[in-house]
């Protein structure tokens, strides 16, 4: 049975970072492509990162670009999401999932259309 847990999520300052960990069972990490999406209330779900199983191809929603970094270690099947310079507009509950998604770029752009396995999520707050 494929399961995936989330943690590393809390309360965290303006400029501050958190990296969040979404550790993987019943499935090899590396053939499947695997993403971060988040959702604020009251707005839908957005793709924030994805890894592409299939060419190898890493991409970011535009408003994260050059301060979210997504990393993958397979021998540990755990994808990170390092956080930094973190803002109000950050906060969410960030979902990691995995799926036959072939493309990173359409992973985040379809916000998790295609994903097939999710995990239950971690509350991302960015407060002072």
Known sequence: QVQLVESGGGLVQ???SLR???????FTADVRTIGWFRQ????EREGVSCISNHDGSIAYAD????????ERDNAKNTVYLQMNSLKAEDTAVYY???GPVPFA???V????????YWGEG???????
């Open 105 to 107: 770029a359409m992973c």
């Open 109 to 116: 752009r379809t916000g998790g259309y295609g994903m097939d």
């Open 122 to 128: 971690t509350l991302v707050t960015v407060s002072s």
């Open 20 to 26: 969040l960990s979404c550790a993987g069972s019943g």
């Open 96 to 98: 990691c999932a995995t």
């Open 63 to 70: 408003s994260v670009k050059g301060r979210f970094t997504i």
């Open 40 to 43: 604020a209330p009251g707005k």
């Open 14 to 16: 303006p400029g501050g």
